[in-house]
């Protein structure tokens, strides 16, 4: 399926913390809409201050089958450079037991 939208690697490479947040939190939304999701359960923290529990985002299960949202409540880091390491993000994802599939 064709997406209204690309963002390209190029500007994924060039993109710190400040810039990546709004273009997932705009990303996470349209694909929360298309696949159906409850909207008022989308969360997306844009405040690096805020505690979050270790989720930047959140998304419900979708409706309808998505290419990207798992088929379950799904749970977000939004990192750039090193901070997205996997071994890195282990510890920043808090309480693991409220988003299960």
């Given at each position: ?12 490479a060039k993109a710190n913390d400040a810039t990546l ?81």
């Amino acid at each position: 399926m064709a997406r209204p939208w690309r963002v390209s690697e190029e500007m994924l490479a060039k993109a710190n913390d400040a810039t990546l947040k709004p273009i997932l939190r705009d990303l996470l939304l349209a694909e929360a809409l298309r696949s159906g999701c409850d909207l008022t359960r989308v969360t997306i923290n844009t405040d690096d201050r805020a505690a979050d529990g270790g989720a930047d985002a959140t998304t419900p299960q979708p409706a309808r089958p998505s290419q990207w949202l798992a088929d379950c409540d799904t749970c977000w880091q939004i990192k750039v450079g090193t901070a997205s390491e996997p071994k890195r993000l282990e510890s920043e994802v808090g309480n693991r037991s409220r988003l299960r599939c």
